[in-house]
């Protein structure tokens, strides 16, 4: 069975780092494009990294270009979200997923609060 595990959300203030962890089981994550996706509350899921089974990394949104880093583990068969200096505006519901499996179901994902 396909499952997504978040972690690694919290409080932090802005400027401040996280990293986020998705652990995953039922698949081989390297032989997939995993991506992270996040709710900020009142809109849409939107994609913000995704790294493909050749380890190219690219992030859709302008807004966490050179702050987000998307890395994968194959030995731990997790993907991470290397958050540098976060504003309120990255205040977010975290979610990890394979890219382009329309079947999966999504996890419980992290939170993530930017605030003073």
């Known amino acids: 069975q396909v499952q997504f595990v978040e972690s690694g959300g919290g409080l932090v203030e802005p400027g401040g780092s996280l990293r986020l962890s998705c652990a995953a089981s039922?698949?081989?994550?390297?032989?997939?494009?995993m991506a992270w996706y996040r709710q900020i509350s009142g809109k849409e899921r939107e994609l913000v990294a995704y790294?493909?089974?050749?380890?190219?990394?690219?992030y859709p949104q302008d807004s966490v270009k050179g702050r987000f880093t998307i890395s994968r583990d194959d030995i731990k068969n997790a993907v991470y979200l290397q958050m540098n200096n976060l504003t309120p505006d990255d205040t977010a519901v975290y979610y990890c997923?394979?890219?382009?499996?329309?079947?999966?179901?999504w996890g419980r994902g992290t939170q993530v609060t930017v605030s003073l």
């Open positions: 997923k394979r890219k382009n499996i329309n079947g999966d179901s």
């Open positions: 039922g698949f081989i994550v390297k032989y997939y494009a």
């Open positions: 790294i493909t089974q050749a380890d190219l990394k690219f």
